[in-house]
């Protein structure tokens, strides 16, 4: 019944996965979350470091196979303890086998147990964890409060959400009853996914006098993945509560701006004056990470051997390179494909842009889309002219 896989420093047990991996198999294993996994023990290793932290306790109460408790126990750097827990029979017992087959059993600690109840069964003082690893099917919502309330302080928050079709604002119902927060329909979806989903984390943390701070969030295969540094107290999560805003949203000219909340009473669009527009939040507003976090996983993932350090380096390398750009990225293929026009290079787009001494980079979100602080009608003006400029020159 099971097959031995490989992957970063360990051979682990995992059920056959025939085509594509499903949530009925007995115990739920993705070969493609392989980045999720290398992105995550980089990302440990570089909080830890940067705190000094020998001896850390970490918890993954969604554990599946164990895969991510064993890459964790054996290949991060100061690790004492494991609490690895999955509601699914099967996989609790997998997880032990996997961890001798490791050996790590004596880090790894084992519970056949409900997510929030092992993480509530560790809210007192001693037992909290200096690393939680929240990994669901779907999202991370229903985990969040019995998380938090798990944390130390400082602690990392590891969060993965597949729920895109929700948190991208195709079923806004479902966005408003789970995130309590309305959302938009927008080109830059994924980006507005990740606002939206700290967003909620935040508000869930200041609940608890906790502050969060997103150190590191990236989009990829389908799915977000957000790392924030929580921190006990009333400044903390004063500041953090403080970066919470609303977004507006032109439909007819593609203007864009978040403003904190109590800015937001115009309706109607500032740049074309149109009514058809979108509000969203509340959404985080401000940085999605830290440059030297982000600096310091990177290095660690140039340090590892890691299936994926080659697309995780470029990743990484282009997250540092849009971070200090303006929030929601520009999709050039909407905006070219509204003016009839061929996209032209990102290169001479970039290039003209800069020139205007404007902000513009590429974007991790997506390889047909820039962030820049043009402008949407500046955009356009630009694009129109960049592709006369390279018509000319064929
Ligand atoms: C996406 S998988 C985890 C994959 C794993 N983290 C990895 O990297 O391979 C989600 C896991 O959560 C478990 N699960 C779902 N709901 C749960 C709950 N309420 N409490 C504990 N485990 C749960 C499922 O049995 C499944 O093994
Ligand atoms: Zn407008």
């Not at 306790?57 to 690790?79: F, M, N, Q, S």
């Not at 099917?137 to 130390?152: C, E, N």
């Not at 921190?231 to 904190?260: I, M, N, P, Y």
Request: hydrophobic share 40%; charged share 25%; aromatic share 6%.
């Amino acid at each position: 019944m099971f097959e031995q896989y490989k992957e970063g420093q360990v051979t682990f047990l995992s059920p056959r996965i025939q085509k594509v991996p499903t949530t009925s198999m007995p115990v739920f294993y993705n070969p493609q979350s392989e980045l999720n996994r290398d992105i995550t023990i980089s990302a440990i290793q570089a909080f830890l470091n940067s705190h000094g932290k020998m001896e850390a306790r970490v918890c993954t109460p969604l554990a599946g196979t164990g895969i991510r408790a064993v890459r964790i126990a054996k290949e991060v750097d100061g690790i004492k303890c494991v609490v690895a827990g999955d509601c699914n029979p099967n996989a609790a017992e997998l997880v032990k086998r996997n961890s001798e087959l490791n050996k790590v059993s004596e880090i790894i600690e084992v519970h056949h147990s409900d997510a929030n109840l092992l993480l509530t069964q560790h809210h007192r003082h001693k037992l909290r964890f200096d690393v939680i690893d929240i990994d669901p099917f779907g999202s991370p919502r229903s985990f969040l409060a019995a998380a938090i309330g798990a944390l130390k302080s400082p602690s990392l928050l590891c969060l993965t959400a597949t729920d895109m079709p929700v948190l991208v604002g195709i079923r806004p119902r479902a966005c408003v009853k789970r995130y309590a927060a309305r959302p938009a329909r927008t080109d830059y979806g994924h980006e507005h996914a990740i606002r939206l989903l700290l967003g909620c984390a935040v508000r869930e943390a200041a609940s608890q006098d906790i502050g969060l701070k997103p150190l590191l969030a990236i989009y990829a295969d389908h799915y977000i993945r957000v790392f924030c540094e929580a921190s006990k107290g009333d400044d903390e999560t004063w500041t953090a509560v403080s970066q919470l805003g609303h977004l507006l949203h032109c439909d007819e000219c593609g203007f864009r701006s978040l403003a904190s909340t109590i800015q937001l009473f115009q309706s109607s669009c500032p740049e074309c004056n149109s009514a058809r527009t979108q509000r969203a939040g509340p959404l985080w507003a401000k940085h999605l990470g830290s440059r030297d976090f982000i600096d310091a996983t990177l290095q660690q993932v140039l340090r590892k051997p890691l299936g994926t350090k080659r697309r995780l380096t470029r990743l990484l390398q282009r997250l540092l390179e849009e971070l200090d750009g303006p929030p929601m990225y520009f999709d050039l293929h909407k905006l070219c494909d509204e003016l009839e026009i061929p996209i032209p290079s990102h290169k001479t787009i970039i290039d003209a842009i800069r020139a205007k001494g404007l902000f513009c980079s590429r974007t991790h979100f997506s390889p047909h889309a820039i962030r820049t602080s043009a402008s949407a009608r500046l955009l356009r003006q630009i694009l129109l002219h960049c592709t006369k400029g390279e018509q000319h020159h064929v």
